[in-house]
């Protein structure tokens, strides 16, 4: 650590606070384009090599790969308290933690995750060619970056603010998605990030013409943010409703009468729609409860509509070996003949909010699980069949998972909806970050999005992401949403995440290259 000089970590402090602008609420998203930037140039340039430059100062080299570990490790590190501080408030304010222990979690969460960062820097450093070579390095760079956020997804299952997902409302460029996924957006901004690095790795007589022609490819990508595509025509509608119900309600029989009373009579009174979707939300409607059951079958046949809710399942919605005793989070489909028709239960669920991994050893996390519930995972993402018209229903955070959408749409899902409670969030960014994740999830399998969420936001959005009809946060309201069906699968719905299956095998050959090269040389010493 001594030996690292004191500009890289200058560096990774500016990269790190530019990485927290890029996303909500801040919401600087030009500025993802040379966030990375700094970062890479302070893994490759980071201890002193022991003698000057031409203009007296100090000749810095690459780090080592215990180094370049460490320097992005502290950046992922802040990275995540920046973007994700709100995990302490849903920890205290929600999840029975003191605050000395929310802390404690948040601390561990970022260390955890930060992890990646360091993996990225670790990985860069080994991949610098002979004779401080630093091109290498610079061309494996967004491999590596995509690679990185392939593993965040599968082997942690928490892509929360991939790198993409800066450029949501970049339509031009966000189209890419339907070939490659977001990983393809993450790649194309490491690119530029790495160009605009390069230009200060360079001699400084090359140094103005790079940089120069690195911020105008920039310039290029982020105009795209300008130009609007025509209106797309949706011949449907659906009445979204915004429950806004407190996530600490004190229920009593009372409140749950009075408040499923409200809603019924919301959903009734806004005219002929195809489908009204409830979202999650913290009141305790169980599927098996006839004091919630009637009321909704009710509305259902008042408004000729049919219905999608979310509810507590207490029985699995497929046949299957599980006890009948076990409970999960649901989404339940009702028919305009009053029928409980079909039900999706939710696949992955919240690690420490919906269920405790490892129990004995996060014991102390056990007051969230309290709070929130202890449920089971679901086991199909088939859509649901609502009189021929083909629902993909997925629940809360399930929506960051590009991997896991594009299965509703790739079995035949003509609409998505995505029924969310980001009351856990307060007035943090995390519900403008989940918005936009949600956003990307249609642009990538082009459908639109039926978003029903508790406090807001609720909001129809179209096959570019846009949000074409919206409702004021914290408020109780119901939004006739449009939409359109279709049965069209984009490349990225079929084949999904082979853009970063690719870059981690490039990265993969790169390494071993390298290696191979490196005992190669060790060996005719």
Partial sequence: MRQIHFSAWLLVVLSTILQILIFPLPGLYVLSWVAFAPLIVAL????PAGVLEMDGSTNLQAAKPGQAFLLAYTSGILWYAGTCYWIYNTMHEHGGLSAPFALLALFLFCLYLGLYHGLFGLLLSLAIGPGRDNRRALVVAPFLWVAVELARER???FPWNLL????????????????????????????VNVAVAAAFLVPRKKRVTLLMASLAAAAVLQAGRLVDAPAIPADHAALLVQENIPVDENWTRETFERTLRELTDLSAKKGNVDLIVWPESPAPFFTNDP????????MARDTHSWVVTGAIGS????QSDRSPSQLFNSAALISPSGDWTARYDKAHLVPFGEYLPFPKLFAFAGGLTKEVGEFTSGGSRAPLDAGGTRLGVFIC???VFPSEVRQFANQGAQVFVNLSNDGWYGDSGAYAQHLNQTRMRAIENDRWILSATDTGVTASIDPYGRTVARLPRKERG???????LTSVTTFYTRHGDWFAWLCAIISAGALVARLAFFWKVKGSQ
């Fill in 315 to 318: 029985a699995p919605a497929m």
């Fill in 155 to 157: 082997v942690t299952g």
């Fill in 291 to 298: 004091l919630f059951r009637e009321p909704v079958s009710q």
């Fill in 478 to 484: 119901a939004l006739v949403a449009p939409y359109a």
């Fill in 44 to 47: 490759l340039r980071a201890r």
């Fill in 397 to 399: 955070y399930e929506s």
């Fill in 164 to 191: 993409g997902t800066a450029q949501v409302d970049n339509i031009s460029l966000s189209r890419i998605t339907t070939w490659t996924g977001v990983y393809g957006v993450s790649f194309e901004i490491m690119l």
